[in-house]
């Protein structure tokens, strides 16, 4: 755990329940951004361990992106606890990116640094930290972000600009995985998928369920994105499931680039029967190599 400014402390959920043994900060308040996440126990509201302290939780999916209703809601409560003289700590599940986006939104809004870089630059000499500052801004009112992924959803790809290439993503074997893993993994893979679909450059919108579109003024532009971002999702990751952290190696994703609906849907369906065909990836068979219910591989 680490002061930043002022009252404001920065830390981990490790940090956070060893207040409740010792406090040599004497913290009073305590902001919880950590929702939605892959470890054990996921984010949930722990104002009953921490009896004397004003609490508050605000569940934020781990996808490097906070919504701009949270930050509101953040930013009210901490100026509230500022206002009473509290010591604030603002925590997630490592102290990196969630709280550390938070609290250089909460800077920024109560004027302790004039823009995010300077409140990242003033956080990151007392942490290293990679905030969580892609707040969706440009979103208008009435379009539904997904809660999902953080995303734009189809209303959005429906209003917003049209382009001249869109590509049809969906995940491979999803249904498998999900059966196997189980519904808290399966989410946790379709938002590994939005954010690496982001990092790779992609206008990306979340259609439904595990499948995703993304706009490109070329096939080309979007043939080299979108094969980056299956080279990046088959590298090895870590999900939560049944009790245990697994690791899981060589998931992937098949799309269809097209100029029409009916173009981009015939070309998903040929690349998925390719995908068929092929061997099966190594998650699938440790599953096989188990007996489709072993944990321990």
Not at 29 to 46: C, E, F, H, K, M
Not at 230 to 249: C, D, L
């Amino acid at each position: 755990m680490n002061h930043i400014v002022n009252n404001l402390w920065l830390g981990s959920q490790q940090d956070a329940d060893e207040l409740v043994r010792s406090n040599p900060d004497n913290i009073t308040a305590i902001l919880n951004v950590r929702g939605a996440d892959d470890y054990d126990p996921p984010g949930r509201d722990q104002s009953a361990e921490h009896h004397g302290k004003a609490y508050k939780w605000i569940p934020a999916p781990d996808i490097e992106i906070i919504y701009p209703r949270h930050v509101k809601e953040a930013v009210a409560w901490l100026r509230e606890q500022t206002d009473k003289g509290a010591r604030i700590l603002i925590h997630c599940k490592h102290g990196l990116s969630r709280s550390a986006g938070f609290l250089a939104a909460y800077m920024v809004e109560s004027g302790i640094s004039s823009s995010l870089d300077e409140a990242k630059a003033t956080i990151s000499a007392h942490r290293i930290v990679y905030p969580a500052t892609l707040v969706v801004e440009s979103v208008k009112p009435d379009v539904v972000i997904s809660a999902l992924t953080g995303l734009p959803n189809r209303k959005a790809f429906d209003e917003w600009e049209a382009s001249a290439f869109v590509a049809l993503v969906e995940v491979d074997r999803m249904r498998t995985f999900q059966d196997f893993y189980g519904p808290m993994a399966g989410d946790a893979l379709i938002r590994r998928l939005a954010k690496i679909l982001i990092d790779v450059g992609l206008d990306a919108y979340h259609e439904q369920g595990d499948q995703f579109l993304c706009k490109g003024e070329s096939s080309h532009e979007l043939n080299a994105k979108l094969s980056q971002a299956r080279r990046i999702f088959g590298e090895p990751f870590q999900v939560y499931s049944a009790g245990h952290i697994q690791s899981v190696e060589g998931t992937d994703f098949s799309f269809g680039i097209g100029a029409t609906p009916v173009e981009q849907r015939a070309a998903l369906a040929a690349a998925k029967r390719i995908t068929a065909s092929q061997e099966s990836p190594e998650w699938l068979r440790k599953i096989i190599g188990a007996g489709g219910h072993g944990l321990d591989w």
